[in-house]
């Protein structure tokens, strides 16, 4: 049995030509697409054609190219002048000058350069030279160094056991020192002692020559001051103190009695008014005084010998004293010095010991400067030794490239083309 489609309705025809109309654009769209991708590659492979052309460059930028060659290897070379130093290196002032060389003669060409810009250059050279040779040494002793730890550690424990036998010879030193000092202390105080006693007893056998002296010196100041001005005035009453200084003095040494009565009488009369008697009285006074005087020097003439004795007694001992003072004082210092060396010595065993203990770590402290020192050797020798050898004997300009033939960018592209 057939079933009957519905009547169509009057809308479908026109629902077909919408249709139809879309695809249509959408076809055009698509292939307007594939004409642009075509175009685009096109455009992508010229341009990698256009990248891998070598163009020849003009000779302001080969000039350019090669001034800033030149600048890089003044700086290499400056820096190394001034950043590289060591024991090797000269004064600051030379290094400097040897820097403005560098940067005002580099660029000159080797043909145009003068004789002293030859002979500055040189200098630089052999500054260089001696950089590298002042490296290159550092760097085989640090090597020396480490092929030679089993040699060191051996002779790091001899010193310890040297600093350790030393310190024990200085201990007993010390002791040595302190036991002479004692001694030396204790033979100043017997000397001080006996010193003294001799001192007191010379003050003691000295009292009778001071009296003595003093006594004749009274006597003569009696004489000169007192009584031999009256031989040419008369006493008066401001005098009193003198003529009772003569008549004490007469008492004292047992002058006649009726001639020390006499005198101030006779004294207080004018000299050209006194008679036989009182003359007679003053020369006798006069006498006698210089009798007194005459008795004390030669009292003092009989004891000057042992008193010379005592003296010299004394200064024996002043002198044993002052040796013996001076050896105290040498052997204090003795025992100063002995315990500073000490101190030292047991400093040096300390670090003696402290150095058998960082033998593993040093070794490794030598082996980073031995290769830290190799490496700077290699960066000197590739980097400001190279850059002065192409300042002084710069290589000739290169020659200008040719052009390389343009890629036709279509014959590329054109099977992709056709492929889309």
């Known amino acids: 049995m057939k079933v009957a489609r519905p009547p169509m309705k009057a809308g479908r025809p026109a629902m077909k030509k919408r249709r139809f109309r879309l695809m249509k654009t959408t076809m055009e769209v698509m292939a307007?697409?594939?004409?642009?991708?075509?175009?685009?590659?096109?455009?992508?492979?010229?341009?990698?054609?256009?990248?891998?052309?070598?163009?020849?460059?003009?000779?302001?930028?080969?000039?350019?190219?090669?001034?800033?060659?030149?600048?890089?290897?003044?700086?290499?070379?400056?820096?190394?002048?001034?950043?590289?130093?060591?024991?090797?290196?000269?004064?600051?002032?030379?290094?400097?000058m040897l820097c403005a060389v560098v940067k005002y003669t580099a660029g000159v060409p080797k043909e145009d350069r003068h004789m002293y810009q030859n002979k500055n250059f040189e200098w630089v050279g052999e500054t260089l030279a001696a950089y590298g040779a002042g490296m290159q040494k550092e760097a085989e002793d640090l090597s020396a160094k480490c092929a030679d730890f089993g040699g060191e550690k051996g002779r790091r424990e001899v010193t310890k056991v040297g600093q350790e036998a030393e310190l024990e010879q200085l201990r007993h030193a010390v002791v040595a020192a302190q036991v002479a000092s004692g001694q030396?202390?204790?033979?100043?105080?017997?000397?001080?002692?006996?010193?003294?006693?001799?001192?007191?007893?010379?003050?003691?056998?000295?009292?009778?020559?001071?009296?003595?002296?003093?006594?004749?010196?009274?006597?003569?100041?009696?004489?000169?001051?007192?009584?031999?001005?009256?031989?040419?005035?008369?006493?008066?009453?401001?005098?009193?103190?003198?003529?009772?200084?003569?008549?004490?003095?007469?008492?004292?040494?047992?002058?006649?009695?009726?001639?020390?009565?006499?005198?101030?009488?006779?004294?207080k009369i004018q000299p050209d008014e006194r008679g036989t008697f009182n003359n007679t009285v003053l020369e006798h006074y006069e006498t006698a005084l210089q009798e007194r005087v005459a008795e004390q020097v030669k009292l003092l003439e009989?004891?000057?010998?042992?008193?010379?004795?005592?003296?010299?007694?004394?200064?024996?001992?002043?002198?044993?004293?002052?040796?013996?003072?001076?050896?105290?004082?040498?052997?204090?210092?003795?025992?100063?010095?002995?315990?500073?060396?000490?101190?030292?010595?047991?400093?040096?065993?300390?670090?003696?010991?402290?150095?058998?203990?960082?033998?593993?770590?040093?070794?490794?402290?030598?082996?980073?400067?031995?290769?830290?020192?190799?490496?700077?050797?290699?960066?000197?020798?590739?980097?400001?030794?190279?850059?002065?050898?192409a300042l002084k004997d710069p290589p000739p300009p290169p020659a200008p490239e040719p052009e390389a033939a343009l890629v036709s960018a279509e014959a590329r592209v054109e099977p992709d083309a056709r492929a889309l």
Not at 304 to 321: F, G, L, S, T
């Open 32 to 96: 307007k697409m594939k004409a642009m991708k075509v175009t685009t590659m096109k455009s992508m492979v010229s341009m990698k054609a256009m990248k891998g052309m070598k163009r020849s460059a003009s000779p302001a930028a080969r000039g350019r190219k090669r001034r800033n060659e030149v600048e890089k290897r003044c700086i290499a070379v400056i820096k190394a002048l001034k950043t590289e130093g060591g024991p090797w290196a000269p004064a600051g002032n030379v290094v400097k």
């Open 302 to 389: 009989q004891m000057q010998p042992d008193r010379d004795a005592r003296a010299a007694n004394v200064q024996a001992e002043v002198d044993k004293w002052g040796s013996a003072s001076a050896a105290a004082k040498a052997a204090k210092d003795a025992v100063t010095a002995a315990k500073a060396a000490q101190k030292a010595s047991e400093a040096a065993v300390r670090d003696a010991v402290r150095a058998i203990k960082d033998f593993l770590p040093d070794i490794k402290k030598t082996a980073d400067k031995s290769d830290a020192a190799v490496a700077r050797l290699k960066a000197f020798q590739d980097g400001a030794l190279a850059a002065f050898a």
């Open 184 to 267: 030396a202390e204790a033979n100043k105080k017997n000397t001080a002692a006996g010193l003294a006693v001799v001192e007191q007893k010379r003050k003691e056998m000295d009292a009778d020559y001071d009296k003595a002296l003093t006594t004749k010196n009274r006597l003569v100041n009696a004489g000169t001051d007192d009584f031999a001005p009256f031989k040419v005035k008369a006493a008066d009453s401001g005098d009193a103190s003198k003529l009772k200084r003569l008549v004490a003095i007469g008492e004292q040494f047992s002058f006649d009695p009726a001639l020390v009565q006499s005198l101030s009488g006779a004294l």
